[in-house]
């Protein structure tokens, strides 16, 4: 199974305080402290990480009543895939992750260094988001290459296509061994700085909407500003 590993993935201050659940430009104003943690948490945590993309590209064989069939009978269900797969000729099902050294580093300080702590948890935060732009820029860039487009990435968990429905469907097409992935019995991913995704691939995909759109906090975002144009 085809896996990405070489990735030049960068973070600055505010994502990291992004990962935190804080607002940067609050932050600033408030708190130079907090800016300085974050920074050190860039300084001695991005070695940590081991980006990794696992993948499938599948032939789309028919899409009827929310269900999406594959090739090799594989499926993919869900009201919010069905909307935006239905145009598709390939989806691409991704499973991104930066492994858990950091994450242990972030829970072993939390018990001495809380606010570090949280930083270093925010970065891994940051960093799996990065990761997950990239791949997703890496399939667009790719699907360019064969005058193809792109759908906006779908997770697990968005309106239309729940945790519990979408997981299993992903984890049963993708061998998340391969990089170390797995579930627990309410399909949360370990290492927790992990995400998985869905991309429609085709010759008249049409990018309907924002993945904000389909958040289920979309109501509550603090950053639908920062994420506007994507």
Known sequence: ?????EWD??????????GQGADPAIIRGRSAILVSVAE???????HLIKPEVLFRRLAVDRVAHERITLEGNGILQGKLLAQHLAPASEAAVILCTIGDDLETRASETMAHDPVFGLALDGLGSAYVEALANAACRRFEDDAKVESLQTSIPLSPGMIGWSVEEGQPQIFHLLPSEEIGVRVTASWVMLPRKSLSMVLGIGREMVEAGRTCDYCTLR????????YASR
């Open 1 to 5: 199974m085809p896996v990405w590993r």
């Open 9 to 18: 993935l960068t973070v600055d201050a505010d994502a990291v305080l992004r």
């Open 40 to 46: 050190r948490a860039i300084r001695e945590g991005s």
């Open 219 to 226: 109501e509550a975002c603090r950053y639908q500003d920062h």
